[in-house]
Every structure is written in C-alpha cells, then in structure tokens.
C-alpha cells in the first residue's frame, strides 16, 4: 500500500499539504494541488476512508432512503442528489424502503452504523416510525424529501402538491366535468394528504359538492392504480374524469380503462400528477401535474450541506410545480 508519505515525497512538498488536498482542511495553492492530485494517481494511493472518518468524525458520505428507486420521480430526484453532492465531495448510498416501515428502520440504522455523516428520507407512511422519531431527538442531520414526518422538526424539500392538485381539478372543472374521481397515494402519507386538499379546494370553489364515493386510495405503484380505477368504474354514478396523483398509478389507471373497453378522453378524461417521458407519446397525449424531482434532489443536499457545515435553522422548501395541457 502506497502510504502518504510516499505522496508527499514524490510531490515535493509535506504530508500536512497531502492531507490538506485530501480533505480540504486548508487552502492549497492550485498549481500545489493539481501536482498532488497527479502523484496520488500516478502512485495509485487509496485514501483509507476508516482512518479518515476516525480523524475528521466525517466520512463525506450521505444515505438517502426512499420509497422505490425504480420509479422515474425518485430516479431523478437521486440523481439532483448526487450531482450536487458530487460538486462538493460527496457520494451517496441509497436505500429503497418498499414503504416498508420495517425496512426503513433497518437501512436507517444501517446508514447511522456506517457513519454517515446525514440523511435524506422520504419516510413511509406518515413518518411515525421509532426510527424516524429518534433521528429527531439525536439531532441527526436530516432533510426530508418528497414527504415529511408529522411533528419533527426537520428541513424539508417538497413539491407544491396542493397548488398542482388544485390546478389541474380547475383544469377538468373547465372541461365541463363535475364527477371527479380522484385515485390517492397512501393514507397518511403528507403527499396524499396535501393532493386531496389541493382536490377539495377546487371543489368547494366551484360549489360542486364533494362524494367520498369519488375518492379512492392505491399506493405507489403501477399495479395500485388497477383497483381503485375498478372501484370507480363500478359505481352507479361513475366518474367522467380522474385524477390519478402519482405516475406509476396513472399507467394502472390507463391500462384499467384500456380493458375495460372504455375511451380516453372520449368516455373518461385523464390528468397525472407526476410528469410521465412518455406522456406526449400516448395518443391523446396526456395532461399531467409536472414536478421537478431534480430540483429537490439537489436542494436537499444544499439544506444538509448547510447543517452539517453548522448553519442552524430548519426550513421547508416548496418547489414549484407546473401544469402540462395536452390533448
């Protein structure tokens, strides 16, 4: 093993110039660092990340848990993350929590076992987890994403869902609809929540009575959209548009209308929250709600990145959200 010693022999200057380059404790001249640079390249020296945490308390990495690494929205988001932890000398591990609360306390004590040094969760359900709870009370750098925990006081990063609900109902509202059925996330979670009132909102300003018998709950994924989309179709009354509030529901919601024969927008018009790449390729292409998954990816780096250099504070971001008329 190539030590630092030997780095700083071949590069002509001391080892505490090595280590300064290595963790940026201290400023190095460019031209120092760039020579620096080349010699640990040239030599093939591996920073020894154990002895490093042990000495600086940091290990420059950050654990991001969320819901479904598969889906297109937290794909994205992580990506926002690891560039703008990238740009500043981070790196990341990610966790997929399934909504599986006991999954999330497994990976979140995992990350806090493997020191590092903060965490953005998208907690399941409503965030009441014990784990949850405790990475509150032991004041571990934390930022929210996409979701937020009930009554912990934490940086967060989230899209405008009410706003971006509200609008695209008004959208359908104009088009003439007065059933609306709406397919929800799960129960509990901020982001259903906040959808709903965004719903309701609209409703209530276009006095059209709302009917508990239009609201439907799926989850997150492609399959959950099915079953709340037969419910809908199974009433006496059924709706003449939906509002699906998550991508991967909106293709279940799709494809239940497509076997069961039924048209759209011709029998029923559909609008998503959550922009889908392959919206305007679908014939009508599809209206949808479209967040910027990236932007809260990278701003919730820059919120933790803050704390974890000593900025105190707990802020909670809002990023704007847009809607796409199509056809």
Same mark, same amino acid.
């Given at each position: 093993?190539?030590?630092?010693?030997?780095?700083?022999?071949?590069?002509?200057?001391?080892?505490? /110039?090595?280590?300064?380059?290595?963790?940026?404790?201290? !400023?190095?001249? +460019?031209?120092?660092?760039?020579?620096? $640079?080349?010699?640990?390249?040239?030599?093939? *020296?591996?920073?020894?990340?154990?002895? &490093?945490? %042990?000495?600086?308390?940091?290990?420059?990495?950050? @654990?991001?848990?969320?819901?479904?690494?598969?889906?297109?929205?937290?794909?994205?988001?992580?990506?926002?993350?690891?560039?703008?932890?990238?740009?500043?000398?981070?790196?990341?591990?990610? =966790?997929?929590?399934?909504?599986?609360?006991?999954?999330?306390?497994?990976?979140?004590?995992?990350? $806090?076992?493997? #020191?590092?040094?903060?965490?953005?969760?998208?907690?399941?359900?409503?965030?009441?987890?014990?784990?949850?709870?405790?990475?509150?009370? &032991?004041?571990?750098?934390?930022?929210?994403?996409?979701?937020?925990?009930?009554?912990? &006081?934490?940086?967060?990063? %989230?899209?405008?869902?009410?706003?971006?609900?509200?609008?695209?109902?008004?959208?359908?509202? #104009?088009?003439?609809?007065?059933?609306?059925?709406?397919?929800?996330?799960?129960?509990?979670?901020?982001?259903?929540?906040?959808? *709903?009132?965004? *719903?309701?909102?609209?409703?209530?300003?276009?006095?059209?009575? +709302?009917?508990?018998?239009?609201?439907?709950?799926?989850?997150?994924?492609?399959?959950?959209?099915?079953?709340?989309? !037969?419910?809908?179709?199974?009433?006496?009354?059924?709706?003449?548009?939906?509002?699906?509030?998550?991508?991967?529901? /909106?293709?279940?919601?799709?494809?239940?209308?497509?076997?069961?024969?039924? @048209?759209?927008?011709?029998?029923?018009?559909?609008?998503?929250?959550?922009?889908?790449?392959?919206?305007?390729?679908?014939?009508?292409?599809?209206?949808?709600?479209?967040?910027?998954?990236?932007?809260?990816?990278?701003?919730?780096?820059?919120? %933790?990145?803050? #704390?974890?250099?000593?900025?105190?504070? =707990?802020?909670?971001?809002?990023?704007?959200?847009?809607?796409?008329?199509?056809?």
């Amino acid at each position: 093993m190539v030590t630092i010693r030997e780095v700083a022999k071949r590069a002509g200057v001391s080892v505490a /110039t090595v280590s300064h380059v290595i963790n940026g404790t201290r !400023q190095v001249s +460019p031209e120092t660092a760039a020579r620096v $640079r080349r010699v640990m390249t040239e030599l093939d *020296y591996q920073i020894n990340a154990v002895a &490093q945490s %042990l000495r600086t308390r940091a290990t420059r990495v950050i @654990g991001v848990v969320v819901s479904d690494i598969t889906n297109p929205f937290f794909a994205v988001l992580v990506r926002g993350a690891e560039d703008a932890a990238h740009d500043e000398g981070y790196s990341l591990v990610v =966790c997929n929590s399934d909504e599986d609360p006991a999954k999330e306390d497994l990976y979140v004590r995992t990350l $806090r076992r493997r #020191r590092t040094d903060g965490l953005l969760i998208a907690p399941t359900m409503d965030g009441s987890s014990p784990v949850i709870q405790e990475l509150a009370h &032991q004041k571990i750098p934390l930022v929210f994403i996409d979701r937020k925990a009930r009554e912990v &006081q934490a940086d967060a990063v %989230l899209s405008d869902n009410i706003s971006g609900a509200y609008e695209a109902t008004k959208y359908l509202i #104009r088009r003439g609809h007065t059933r609306i059925g709406i397919v929800l996330g799960i129960p509990g979670a901020t982001t259903t929540e906040e959808r *709903y009132m965004g *719903y309701r909102r609209a409703l209530d300003e276009s006095g059209i009575a +709302p009917s508990a018998k239009l609201v439907v709950h799926g989850g997150y994924r492609m399959e959950k959209g099915s079953r709340p989309t !037969q419910e809908l179709l199974a009433l006496d009354c059924p709706p003449t548009a939906i509002f699906s509030t998550n991508n991967l529901m /909106t293709v279940g919601v799709l494809r239940e209308l497509a076997r069961s024969g039924i @048209g759209v927008p011709k029998e029923v018009e559909v609008v998503s929250f959550d922009d889908l790449e392959w919206a305007e390729l679908l014939s009508p292409p599809i209206t949808t709600v479209a967040q910027d998954p990236y932007g809260i990816g990278h701003k919730a780096v820059e919120l %933790l990145l803050k #704390r974890l250099h000593g900025e105190s504070g =707990c802020e909670e971001v809002r990023v704007p959200v847009a809607l796409r008329i199509r056809s």
